[in-house]
């Protein structure tokens, strides 16, 4: 069973930067496909992005195009989300997730969460 913890939430403002981190424990970090989700108050948890096992394939929600990084280092079974030009549209608790389905844009593919990180970003 895949442990996942996320870091690196805050407080920022408008327009600045964050850079999350999601450290998972036991399994085979590279079999999995890695992804971000979000969920603001009073709002259901939403897709942001995805990589593959490998790294070589991402996605992103059309809302962080442009602005969002995921990235991930298999030898530090560590996957990234770097969080550039942030509006406060943006805050949010962020959860890390793996899949065995590959890069999927669902939840429910999603077989192993993390804790989630707050991220909060002011006008």
């Known amino acids: 069973q895949v442990q996942l913890v996320e870091s690196g939430g805050g407080l920022v403002q408008a327009g600045g930067s964050l850079r999350l981190s999601c450290a998972a424990s036991?399994?085979?970090?590279?079999?999995?496909?890695m992804g971000w989700f979000r969920q603001a108050p009073g709002k259901e948890r939403e897709f942001v992005t995805t990589i593959s096992g490998s790294g070589g394939t991402t996605y992103y929600a059309d809302s962080v195009k442009g602005r969002f990084t995921i990235s991930r280092d298999n030898a530090k079974n560590t996957v990234y989300l770097q969080m550039n030009s942030l509006k406060p549209e943006d805050t949010a608790v962020y959860y890390c997730?793996?899949?065995?389905?590959?890069?999927?844009?669902?939840?429910?593919?999603?077989?192993?969460w993390g804790q989630g990180t707050q991220v909060t970003v002011s006008s």
């Open positions: 997730a793996a899949s065995m389905r590959g890069p999927g844009r669902n939840a429910y593919e999603y077989r192993y």
């Open positions: 036991r399994g085979t970090f590279s079999s999995y496909a």
